[in-house]
Each structure stands twice: as C-alpha cells, then as structure tokens.
C-alpha cells in the first residue's frame, strides 16, 4: 500500500510537471464560463446571422445554459482529457521509466492503481470547476427555477469519468503507442454511440450517463433509469483496471 502511495505522489508531480493539471484546469474553465454566456449571447447572434430578416427568438433561460455546459463536456471536454491521457501508461514504457521502479521493488499493480486514482482526481476536479463556474454565471444570467436538479444531473457525468477513464488506461497499457490507446478509446465509444440506438439497450449503455443528463435536471426521477448504466460503467471499469493490471505484469517494459 505504501508502494501505491508513493507512485500516487509521484503521478500527482507528474501532472504538475508536464502541465496537464494547468492545461486541462484552463480548458474547463474557459468551458465552464462560455457555456451560460454563449446561452445568453445566442438570441443577439442568431439575430446578427439572419441579415435583419425578423425571427421571434426565444429568450434563452437557464436549461440554455446548462445543454451547453454538457454538450462542452461531451462533445469535447472527454476527447480533450482522453488526448491528455492518451498515453499514461505506454509512454511510461515507451520512454523506460518504469524499469527502475519495479527493478527496486515496485509492484507493477501499483502503476495502473497510481494512473487511475490521479487520473479520477483530474476528471472530478476538471468537471467540478466547470460545473460550478457555469453554475454561478448561469444563477446570475439566468434566475429562474426552471433547472431544480442541478446536482443530481450532474452526477451521472462523474461516472462516466470513471468508465472513460478505464477505458483509456486499459487502451494506454495495451497499445504499444500513444496513438493506439486514443485509437481504442474513440473506437469503443463510437461503438457505444451506435449501440445507444438500440432502445432496448440505452438504459444500460454508459454513454447515457453523458447523454440523459438535461433529463435528471428538470425531472430527479430520471436518474433512477440510469441506475442501471451506472452499475454497468462501474463494474466494466474494475474488470478494464482489473485487466490493465494483467497486462503490465506480462509486458516486456
């Protein structure tokens, strides 16, 4: 335990280091500031791009705000981290940095527990800073009540960092570049998406905890048909960190 520990500290470093707790803290942030105000600005631009012709626009409310708040983080904020992740684990052998470590005793499981225990610390902080700074702008551009479950919406997109986070250090210890483990990752989520027309399945697919989320914020009872693809995603991301352990202890480092 004290090995994960040590390696946990010294990912944390890691992030500091390469920027990527900086970078990824910046792009969030900007996401979570444009969302209420790219909402509040919609009406004024559409207007602008119609040439004068006079259309009745709606007033933009705080439900705005918050579909662009998650279509910023699913449509860009998860490819952005997966690219910064992209190569957590392969690069580490790629560059031989591993090879000293476990040659004075690191136990290679410790590798994969250290990648994902920062690798979760990023996706919560990431998407909470921008969650709360959207939720600020939106309170003071849009003080109305029509969005009463904020939080539990929310809550949903959590998870699916876990998931989306399992997938990419399983791609990252497979692949033996960088490029493989994005690859794999953009891959499984595309076949989700497809997978997400089937009705039958969509209540079970992890991508709908990215995608029902407008859902849960006007109606709590929404969440409840997403139970079953949160125990899904939590579960396939032990068996995926399960398995990107097994397979550092058989790769050649």
């Not at 709590?220 to 396939?236: H, N, Q, Y």
Request: net charge positive; aromatic share 12%.
């Amino acid at each position: 335990m004290n090995a994960a520990i040590i390696f946990t500290k010294k990912e944390l470093l890691e992030s500091w280091r390469t920027h990527r707790l900086l970078i990824l803290t910046v792009i969030f942030l900007i996401f979570g500031i444009l969302s209420p105000l790219i909402a509040k600005l919609m009406p004024e631009l559409l207007k602008g791009g119609l040439g004068g012709i006079k259309v009745a626009v709606p007033k933009p409310t705080s439900l705005d705000a918050w579909t662009q708040y998650y279509k910023n983080i699913t449509q860009m904020g998860i490819y952005v981290f997966a690219l910064m992740l992209g190569g957590c684990v392969s690069q580490e052998i790629q560059q031989g940095t591993l090879v000293n470590l476990v040659t004075k005793g690191l136990p290679r499981w410790t590798v994969i527990v250290g990648k994902a225990i920062v690798g979760m610390l990023l996706w919560i902080w990431i998407t909470s800073l921008a969650f709360l700074v959207t939720w600020a702008y939106t309170a003071y551009y849009f003080p109305d009540t029509r969005s009463p479950h904020v939080v539990l919406a929310f809550l949903p997109l959590l998870v699916f960092g876990l998931f989306f986070l399992s997938l990419i250090v399983f791609g990252s210890t497979l692949a033996t570049n960088n490029y493989g483990g994005l690859l794999l990752t953009i891959v499984v989520m595309a076949l989700l998406y497809l997978a997400q027309m089937v009705k039958s399945w969509q209540h079970a697919n992890p991508v709908a905890l990215i995608g029902d989320n407008m859902k849960i914020l006007v109606n709590s009872d929404a969440l409840t048909k997403l139970m079953p693809a949160m125990v899904i995603a939590v579960v396939a991301a032990v068996v995926l960190f399960f398995a990107a352990i097994k397979l550092l202890d058989r790769k050649k480092l």
